[in-house]
């Protein structure tokens, strides 16, 4: 295992990992790029520090769950 990994995020959708990153801004970046109507980084944030686990469901209804692993 990697010494200096703080923390992990993924992305899932239809039980597939479309994204994983390291770093939460990095994160919200590319998720971005998949679902441009997703919230704010500082929301993701503000999230990210109350649960390990949030879901997102964009207008066509595909669900998303994002998680913090570490």
Do not use: G, H
């Not at 959708?13 to 998949?34: C, G, H, M, Y």
């Amino acid at each position: 295992m990697i010494r200096d990994l703080k923390s992990l995020y993924v992305a899932i959708k239809n039980n597939r990992v479309i994204l994983f990153e390291t770093n939460l801004k990095k994160f919200w970046s590319a998720f971005n790029e998949i679902e441009p109507d997703c919230r704010n980084y500082d929301y993701y944030y503000r999230e990210f520090k109350k649960s390990n686990m949030l879901q997102y469901m964009n207008e066509k209804e595909e669900i998303y769950f994002l998680q913090k692993l570490l």
